[in-house]
Structure formats: C-alpha cells, structure tokens
C-alpha cells in the first residue's frame, strides 16, 4: 500500500529497497513499475519481486549477532553451525542502523 499524503498525485516509476542487518545483505526488491496515486489516497502497489537472501551461512551469521545482541547463550547455535558444516560470515561491528532513504517522486 502506498498512502499518498501530497496534494498533488504521484506517478510511481521504480522501487528499490535494500534489508540488511550487521552489514549482511538479507533482501532486495528493484523493480521498475509504472502506477499513479491520486492525491491524499491510499493505492495498492503492484506484485513485487523480493529477492530473499536464503544462504545458511549468512542467516545463521545474522542470528548469532542478533543473539549475542540479546545476551544470549550462543553456544548451542555455534555446535549446530559446526555440526552443519557452515561457516559465519564477517559483520560489521556495529549493531544494525535503521536507514530510511528518501523517497524520489516524479510529480505529475
């Protein structure tokens, strides 16, 4: 859903976001799209095509982080990561940041 909150209406041209947590890619949608938002509305978007980041390594890599993070005991999911044969990725150092990039809208 897209709520328009502009007096004027929007033409929606492409979409790109970019999900990661400690430096570690987690999805992506990067589409070209072509709908219109009247002014003050709510428009559904289109279908779009997420790209999920589905390797092993990296998820496990994002929960150890995550569960470090919470203070937890990490020692169980370190013994299936060893017993799995994967391997934890680098992060980066810092604990995730919540980046919002603004929007670029071609009015109409």
């Known amino acids: 859903m897209l709520a328009n909150p502009f007096s004027a209406p929007l033409q929606i ?15 992506s949608i990067n589409e070209d799209v072509s709908f219109s938002s009247a002014p003050k509305s709510t428009t559904k978007s289109p279908t ?10 990296a998820l496990f890599t994002v929960t150890r982080a995550l569960a470090v993070e919470a203070g937890l005991d ?12 994967f391997h934890y990725l680098s ?15 071609k009015l109409v």
């Open 13 to 27: 041209t492409k979409i790109s976001s970019t999900v990661s947590s400690f430096g570690i890619l987690l999805g």
């Open 48 to 57: 779009l095509n997420l790209d999920m980041n589905f390797d092993p390594d």
């Open 74 to 85: 990490v020692a169980p999911l370190d013994s299936i990561v060893q017993l799995g044969g």
């Open 91 to 105: 992060t980066s150092a810092a604990s995730p940041v919540i980046k919002r990039q603004a929007n670029l809208f």
